[in-house]
T-cell receptor
Framework: GAVVSQHPSWVICKSGTSVKIECRSL??????MFWYRQFPKQSLMLMAT?????????EQGVEKDKFLINHASLTLSTLTVTSAHPEDSSFYIC???????????????FGPGTRLTVT | KQEVTQIPAALSVPEGENLVLNCSFT??????LQWFRQDPGKGLTSLLL?????REQTSGRLNASLDKSSGRSTLYIAASQPGDSATYLC?????????FGAGTILRVKS
């Protein structure tokens, strides 16, 4: 149980175009989803937190107009990188968490990641 | 702001050795701590989750301890195997978000 998928697993796009990454919780309802970015040989950095039906909360330094996050259902969140540039090339990982209210003890389940390369 | 540090940054050991990975965090007001494994180019595999009220968790050859007051956790791997080679990440949960350390790259030589 608690499986999270991401699609695509890798994508190459040209500079200036937009690309959408999907994150799905396959066997549970995810009240909250998180988007992380990982540069080579670095750790994961949280980009934003999204609650189903609400606007995402972005971490300091993350451009919300560039990284559009939608969490329209309890099983799907999308991250759209708009007007992508080579510096946006990275490994993007999502995670999903079930539960409502005090979710302090609920575990995050991670997707397999999406490798984005912007040429 | 919570900061998570992992030591060592890299470790190379012969097969069969027992080893310890260290994780320290600056703010002891945590709700849980989690250890993950990440293989190259892959996502995260959760290894152990320790709630703030717990002192340790065990799974097979893995044992993780938590000392909240001193801001430390250790991951003990017994009888290491080449298949254990990966990056091990420690993450601290504050009740909403996870803050990750930079990881320890482990190589177990056969």
């Amino acid at each position: 149980g608690a499986v999270v998928s991401q699609h695509p697993s890798w994508v190459i796009c040209k500079s200036g175009t937009s690309v959408k990454i999907e994150c799905r919780s396959l066997d549970f309802q995810a009240t909250t989803m998180f988007w992380y970015r990982q540069f080579p040989k670095q750790s994961l950095m949280l980009m934003a937190t999204s609650n189903e039906g609400s606007k995402a909360t972005y971490e300091q330094g993350v451009e919300k107009d560039k990284f559009l996050i939608n969490h329209a259902s309890l099983t799907l969140s999308t991250l759209t990188v708009t007007s992508a540039h080579p510096e946006d090339s990275s490994f993007y990982i999502c995670s999903a968490r079930a539960g409502q209210g005090f979710t302090f003890y609920y575990e995050q389940y991670f997707g397999p990641g999406t490798r984005l390369t912007v040429t | 702001k919570q900061e998570v540090t992992q030591i060592p940054a890299a470790l190379s050991v012969p097969e069969g050795e027992n080893l310890v990975l260290n994780c320290s965090f600056t703010d002891s007001a945590i709700y849980n701590l989690q250890w993950f494994r990440q293989d190259p180019g892959k996502g995260l595999t959760s290894l152990l989750l320790i709630q703030s009220s717990q002192r340790e968790q065990t799974s097979g050859r893995l044992n993780a301890s938590l000392d909240k007051s001193s801001g430390r956790s250790t991951l003990y791997i017994a009888a290491s195997q080449p298949g254990d080679s990966a990056t091990y990440l420690c993450a601290v949960g504050d009740g909403n978000k996870l803050v990750f350390g930079a990881g320890t790259i482990l190589r177990v030589k056969s």
